[in-house]
């Protein structure tokens, strides 16, 4: 298993322009996140996904948008980059459980973005 | 709501000495705990989880982690530190629920010194 994988691994970007982050797990998990991380912030939730077909804003959603592509697939859309959103971007994901059983989230390796 | 307090960002000790990083927490229901460690240039894997079966928890090399219901922490011990423990360990709540929203600590900077 691959678990979550990102692709890119790097990127920088010109203020303006758009890219698309990709993001696919193969654990058949329903949710998935997008998270940010930035020095002494910690991550912060962009947005989710709870399960196939329905996205949520999270603690940051500005200036992006997402796509629940199908179970495995949950990209990431910035359209118009701005230097505020240089940071490293890790999409996650988790299958929640009713109840007191355990779960947690498997994180990809994470897209260090540059905007210029 | 809920919410992670992770005490000092930076913490150093020496190779062979106790770790300790504090983590206190604010939930509204009986919270799922987690600590996440992120070694460099990689994303967050899991150390160990609370999930209110036992109130210490051991996780991966060699880590533990103690919930305190009465002073609402979860800190983080390892009795003697290595020189691969070098990473950034994150602290994380969420509520109970079907959907799972975790909100993250800022983060600590574990330095071991040989």
């Known amino acids: 298993n691959a678990g979550v994988t990102q692709t890119p691994k790097f990127q920088v970007l010109k203020t303006g322009q758009s890219m698309t982050l990709q993001c696919a797990q193969d654990?058949?998990?329903?949710?998935m996140y997008w998270y940010r991380q930035d020095p002494g912030m910690g991550l912060r939730l962009i947005y989710y996904?709870?399960?196939?077909?329905?996205?949520d804003k999270g603690e940051v959603p500005n200036g992006y948008n997402v796509s629940r592509l199908n179970k495995r697939e949950f990209s990431l859309r910035l359209e118009s980059a701005a230097p505020s959103q240089t940071s490293v971007y890790f999409c996650?994901?988790?299958?929640?459980?009713?109840?007191?059983?355990?779960?947690?989230?498997?994180f990809g390796p994470g897209t260090r973005l540059t905007v210029t | 709501a809920q919410s992670v307090t992770q005490l000092g960002s930076h913490v150093s000790v020496s190779e062979g000495a106790l770790v300790l990083l504090r983590c206190n927490y604010s939930?509204?229901?009986?919270?799922?705990l987690f600590w996440y460690v992120q070694y460099p240039n990689q994303g967050l894997q899991l150390l160990l989880k609370?999930?209110?079966?036992?109130?210490l928890v051991k996780g991966i090399n060699g880590f533990e982690a103690e919930f305190k219901k009465s002073e609402t922490s979860f800190h983080l011990t390892k009795p003697s530190a290595h020189m691969s423990d070098a990473a950034e360990y994150f602290c994380?709540?969420?509520?109970?629920?079907?959907?799972?929203?975790?909100?993250f600590g800022i983060g600590t900077k574990l330095q071991v010194i040989p």
């Open positions: 996650a994901s988790s299958e929640p459980r009713l109840g007191r059983s355990s779960y947690e989230q498997y």
């Open positions: 654990m058949n998990h329903n949710s």
């Open positions: 996904s709870a399960s196939e077909g329905t996205t």
């Open positions: 939930s509204s229901v009986p919270p799922y």
């Open positions: 609370y999930t209110s079966a036992a109130t």
């Open positions: 994380a709540v969420s509520d109970s629920g079907g959907y799972q929203k975790v909100t």
